[in-house]
């Protein structure tokens, strides 16, 4: 039991990380392009701390750049978690399951960050992409989980030999 739970705890932690560094370079570069900043959009999440004044900053800096990806990579692993108990028990042998799981799981947090959460606690990066840069950010948020949650699914059948 103790094992199970660890295994999904360091799921969560893996699959949560990596969807958080993919959409982190889907932040940088879509901001890139439609900001002129890479660090524009990963600013903009620091509006939980620094209000307005982040949702427009431009350049990089520890307190706007540096806490806003510490944010968004909280939110990445909690995402994590919820894929890790939603496939809890289940293998991590057919990709296509898991594929399907993360594009569900970033499709939930996608609706919960825009439809259900107060304004003061959205991602923040929504008022600087355009909808289809949105698209590419949740997209790549979903491959981080899958590909996370199916490197772990390998470390569990490499432990078993």
């Known amino acids: 039991m103790k094992s199970a739970f660890k295994l999904s705890v360091v799921r969560s932690v893996v699959a ?9 370079v889907a932040l940088v570069l879509c901001g890139q392009r439609e900001t002129g900043s890479p660090a524009a959009t990963l600013n903009a999440v620091s509006h939980w701390c620094w209000r307005e004044e982040a949702l427009y900053r ?3 800096d520890v307190r706007h750049t540096v806490l ?25 042998s057919k990709p296509a399951h ?14 919960v960050d825009f439809r259900l959460t107060p ?9 600087r992409l ?8 949740y997209g790549a948020f979903a491959a981080g989980l899958a590909v996370g949650f199916l490197l772990m699914g390998g470390r569990k059948a490499r432990d078993r030999a």
């Not at 510490?70 to 894929?83: C, N, P, Q, T, Y």
């Not at 898991?98 to 939930?108: D, E, H, Q, W």
């Not at 355009?130 to 950010?137: C, K, N, Y």
């Open 130 to 137: 355009s909808r289809r840069s949105l698209a590419v950010v």
């Open 16 to 24: 949560g990380s990596l969807a958080s560094v993919f959409s982190a």
């Open 68 to 92: 806003g990806y510490l944010i968004h990579h909280g939110a990445s692993v909690f995402w994590g978690a919820l894929l890790a108990w939603a496939l809890h028990g289940k293998p991590a």
């Open 58 to 60: 431009q350049g990089a």
């Open 119 to 127: 304004e003061r606690l959205t991602p923040g990066f929504e008022h």
């Open 98 to 111: 898991v594929a399907v799981a993360g594009i569900a799981t970033s499709a939930v947090a996608c609706f």
